[in-house]
């Protein structure tokens, strides 16, 4: 009785989809329907599997950002300010290997493109965090979407200063 329309439950299941093949590019995943298969994706390298489920315009549109610092490392891609959207449907975030939604990280993000998109502009990206296990609580909501940082001030070991992220 809690289930929406067969289409509004279908792009769930597709949403679903895409989280869990974008975490594991190196994996096949297909998604069938009623007996029919919607997508078949082989094993393949991270930029052609965002250009599988995102679409060409969007991977053209994607730079490759890799930075370590104080023992986490941030890796992925950032589109270019011109492929801004009105939605957050572009947006996915990674921590070990798990999607989340979470506001510091968010605000983080959204603060790299203050200078250069309107304020009802959402950027896209496909970003992984990989961090001590010991440093984030995956166990703050029930759905295990959102997580807690043990402490979500650290400024990445001794380094003080701000840095600008290399995209490659």
Same mark, same amino acid.
């Given at each position: 009785? *809690?289930?929406?329309?067969?289409?509004?439950?279908?792009?769930?299941?597709?949403?679903?989809?895409?989280?869990?093949?974008?975490?594991?590019?190196?994996?096949?995943?297909?998604?069938?329907?009623?007996?029919?298969?919607?997508?078949?994706?082989?094993?393949?390298?991270?930029?052609?599997? !965002?250009?599988?489920?995102?679409?060409?315009?969007?991977?053209?549109?994607?730079?490759?950002?890799?930075?370590?610092?104080?023992?986490?490392?941030?890796?992925?891609?950032?589109?270019?300010?011109?492929?801004?959207?009105?939605? $957050?449907? #572009?947006? #996915?975030? *990674?921590?070990?290997?798990?999607?989340?939604?979470?506001?510091?990280?968010?605000?983080?993000?959204?603060?790299?493109?203050?200078?250069?998109?309107?304020?009802? $502009?959402?950027?896209?990206?496909?970003?992984?965090?990989?961090?001590?296990?010991?440093?984030?609580?995956?166990?703050?909501?029930?759905?295990?979407?959102? !997580?807690? *940082?043990?402490?979500?001030?650290?400024?990445?070991?001794?380094?003080?200063?701000?840095?600008?992220? $290399?995209?490659?």
């Amino acid at each position: 009785k *809690f289930l929406r329309s067969e289409p509004t439950e279908l792009a769930h299941c597709d949403e679903t989809f895409r989280r869990v093949a974008l975490a594991c590019a190196d994996l096949a995943f297909s998604l069938k329907h009623n007996g029919r298969a919607l997508a078949r994706l082989r094993p393949q390298a991270p930029l052609e599997r !965002v250009r599988a489920l995102l679409g060409e315009s969007a991977a053209d549109a994607l730079l490759g950002l890799d930075e370590t610092a104080g023992g986490a490392r941030l890796h992925g891609f950032v589109a270019a300010p011109s492929f801004s959207h009105g939605t $957050r449907d #572009y947006q #996915y975030l *990674f921590v070990n290997g798990r999607f989340v939604r979470d506001r510091l990280l968010a605000h983080a993000i959204r603060q790299a493109y203050q200078d250069v998109l309107h304020h009802q $502009r959402h950027p896209a990206f496909v970003l992984f965090l990989e961090i001590d296990a010991a440093r984030v609580d995956v166990n703050a909501h029930p759905t295990k979407i959102e !997580v807690r *940082f043990r402490d979500p001030q650290a400024r990445g070991g001794e380094q003080t200063d701000e840095r600008r992220v $290399r995209l490659r």
